[in-house]
């Protein structure tokens, strides 16, 4: 097997999915300390703009390229331009994701192909834009964010755990592939981290993480390598404990953790 690349900013720059909040925006941050020109990726041009006015002064800077991971062709025309005008994107967190929590009644249809279209689709997109230019190169580092919600079932996450679940499973396989590449491919696991999207949970969130140290432990990881980055490591084992039982066990620890048990409304 091929000695796995480690991505350092003098090879080229870092892109960012999903940069306008949370952790894509953290880490861009984080990454842009470290020396990264770092290209940064949203809708909200904006949103952007001011990213990149809060980065200065920092070891490295932040570039704007707003744009839709959900338009293929878009997304490919994005990246060509970004390395035609910064150089090779030799490191991408591809983090951009979205949530919506939903129930078995009424069952939102349109929500779960909106959050297929977004986490799994939009993430296929960004690695037919990169992995073709990696590969050719022999030199890139991907990082994908899912979430130890794709661990196994929980409440109210229906469509978004299962998107992750899907992203863990396929960056697992791809891995096979991109290991006898040299490219290095990486699973972003994390549990419950102050944000956008977590303020939307009336459930309880244990061990939730400040979004600046949620930011730094992915960019340690990068730099560490390993396969699997995740945090808060206490969430995540005990998830993946339970995850090992039998069913009958899973659900009703599950349901009496979330305070879901009985509930009907």
Same mark, same amino acid.
């Not at 697992?172 to 972003?188: A, Y």
């Not at 061990?207 to 808060?232: H, N, Q, S, T």
């Given at each position: 097997?091929?000695?796995?690349?480690?991505?350092?900013?003098?090879? #080229?720059?870092?892109?960012?999915?999903?940069?306008?909040?949370?952790?894509?925006?953290?880490?861009? =941050?984080?990454?842009?300390?470290?020396?990264?020109?770092?290209?940064?990726?949203?809708?909200?041009?904006?949103?952007?703009?001011?990213?990149?006015?809060?980065?200065?002064?920092?070891? #490295?800077?932040?570039?704007?390229?707003?744009?839709?991971?959900?338009?293929?062709?878009?997304?490919?025309?994005?990246?060509?331009?970004?390395?035609?005008?910064? #150089?090779?994107?030799?490191?991408?967190?591809?983090?951009?994701?979205?949530?919506?929590?939903?129930?078995?009644?009424?069952?939102?249809?349109?929500?779960?192909?909106?959050?297929?279209?977004?986490?799994?689709?939009?993430? $296929?997109?960004?690695?037919?834009?990169?992995?073709?230019?990696?590969?050719?190169?022999?030199?890139?580092?991907?990082?994908?964010?899912?979430?130890?919600?794709?661990?196994?079932?929980?409440?109210?996450?229906?469509?978004?755990?299962?998107?992750?679940?899907? =992203?863990?499973?396929?960056?697992?396989?791809?891995?096979?592939?991109?290991?006898?590449?040299?490219?290095?491919?990486?699973?972003?696991?994390?549990?419950?981290?102050?944000?956008?999207?977590?303020?939307?949970?009336?459930?309880?969130?244990?061990?939730?993480?400040?979004?600046?140290?949620?930011? $730094?432990?992915?960019?340690?990881?990068?730099?560490?390598?390993?396969?699997?980055?995740?945090?808060?490591?206490?969430?995540?084992?005990?998830?993946?404990?339970?995850?090992?039982?039998?069913?009958?066990?899973?659900?009703?620890?599950?349901?009496?953790?979330?305070?879901?048990?009985?509930?009907?409304?």
């Amino acid at each position: 097997m091929n000695m796995l690349y480690r991505a350092k900013p003098v090879d #080229g720059i870092a892109w960012v999915t999903g940069a306008s909040s949370g952790i894509g925006r953290a880490a861009a =941050l984080e990454l842009a300390r470290r020396g990264y020109v770092v290209a940064v990726t949203a809708r909200r041009l904006p949103d952007l703009e001011t990213l990149a006015v809060e980065a200065q002064g920092l070891k #490295g800077r932040i570039v704007p390229a707003p744009g839709d991971i959900t338009d293929e062709a878009g997304i490919l025309e994005l990246v060509s331009s970004l390395e035609a005008a910064h #150089g090779p994107i030799v490191l991408a967190f591809l983090n951009a994701g979205i949530y919506y929590p939903l129930r078995a009644s009424p069952f939102d249809a349109a929500a779960f192909r909106q959050t297929f279209n977004v986490n799994i689709l939009g993430t $296929v997109n960004c690695l037919a834009a990169l992995l073709p230019r990696m590969t050719e190169r022999r030199m890139g580092q991907i990082g994908i964010n899912a979430s130890v919600a794709g661990y196994g079932g929980l409440p109210r996450a229906g469509a978004y755990a299962g998107s992750k679940a899907a =992203l863990i499973a396929m960056v697992e396989s791809l891995k096979f592939d991109t290991d006898n590449l040299g490219l290095t491919l990486q699973i972003i696991n994390p549990g419950f981290v102050e944000t956008p999207l977590t303020a939307l949970n009336d459930h309880p969130m244990p061990f939730l993480m400040k979004l600046d140290a949620a930011a $730094v432990r992915v960019c340690d990881g990068f730099e560490k390598g390993g396969f699997e980055i995740i945090f808060p490591r206490r969430l995540a084992y005990i998830l993946k404990f339970l995850n090992l039982l039998p069913y009958r066990l899973y659900f009703s620890l599950i349901a009496s953790a979330t305070g879901w048990k009985g509930k009907k409304d």
